[in-house]
Antibody, heavy 123, light 107 residues
Framework: QVQLVQSGAEVKKPGASVKVSCKAS????????INWVRQAPGQGLEWMGW????????SYAQQIQGRLTMTTDTSTSTAYMELSSLRSDDTAVYFC????????????????WGPGTLVTVSS | ENVLTQSPGTLSLSPGERATLSCRAS???????LAWYQQKPGQAPRLLIY???SRATGIPDRFSGSGSGTDFTLTIGSLEPEDFAVYYC????????FGQGTRLEIK
């Protein structure tokens, strides 16, 4: 069965960076893109970016571009999201999610989700 | 950016009633790349509908999606107690965005 397991909660100071991992199992990792979506407390969903593990191509939401880096390690079927220059409004639950369709060149709908990783930014 | 506006913000209905949720886009969504998700407190979203009208695996047939262009609808035929949650639409493709959500609450 498809599973996405994310790293644990983080507390960071403003200006620091955070790196969240998402380890996939139950499918061929390279065939499906990975999306990153965040949700601030009590707020809606915000799409952050997407990476294609097959070729490493990635796309980012314009409002977060420049602070966000997404990578994958195909040897361990793990995707990573690193956000730098953290601010208090980056406090959120960060979800990874698998594309519903394989081998595409743009983000798809998300059929499997990780449980989320809470990142708290506080001085 | 393709802004998605969902209405109503909150919908109060009773079990057994029919729910109609709307999602309007500021720009045409090509290839009907529109999805609907359900989210319950403390949980990750759950994919209900993709391609505007195709049900995801395991989704009951009381959930249906329709629409094209800029106007889309999620209909829940007869509400079950477990359907009360927050629903989001999402357009995907080059620059995905989510709507702000509709809260479906028990009347």
């Amino acid at each position: 069965q498809v599973q996405l397991v994310q790293s644990g909660a983080e507390v960071k100071k403003p200006g620091a960076s955070v790196k969240v991992s998402c380890k996939a199992s139950g499918y061929t990792f390279r065939r499906y893109g990975i999306n990153w979506v965040r949700q601030a407390p009590g707020q809606g969903l915000e799409w952050m970016g997407w990476i294609n593990p097959y070729n490493g191509y990635s796309s980012y939401a314009q409002q977060i571009q420049g602070r966000l880096t997404m990578t994958t390690d195909t040897s361990t079927s793990t995707a990573y999201m690193e956000l730098s220059s953290l601010r208090s409004d980056d406090t959120a639950v960060y979800f990874c999610g698998r594309d519903a369709n394989a081998l595409t060149d743009v983000p798809q709908s998300v059929d499997y989700w990780g449980p989320g990783t809470l990142v708290t930014v506080s001085s | 950016e393709n802004v998605l506006t969902q209405s109503p913000g909150t919908l109060s209905l009773s079990p057994g009633e029919r729910a109609t949720l709307s999602c309007r886009a500021s720009q045409t969504i090509s290839s009907s790349s529109l999805a609907w998700y359900q989210q319950k407190p403390g949980q990750a979203p759950r994919l209900l509908i993709y391609g505007a009208s195709s049900r995801a695996t395991g989704i009951p047939d009381r959930f249906s999606g329709s629409g094209s262009g800029t106007d889309f609808t999620l209909t829940i035929g007869s509400l079950e107690p477990e359907d009360f949650a927050v629903y989001y639409c999402q357009q995907y493709g080059r620059s995905p965005t989510f709507g702000q959500g509709t809260r479906l609450e028990i009347k």
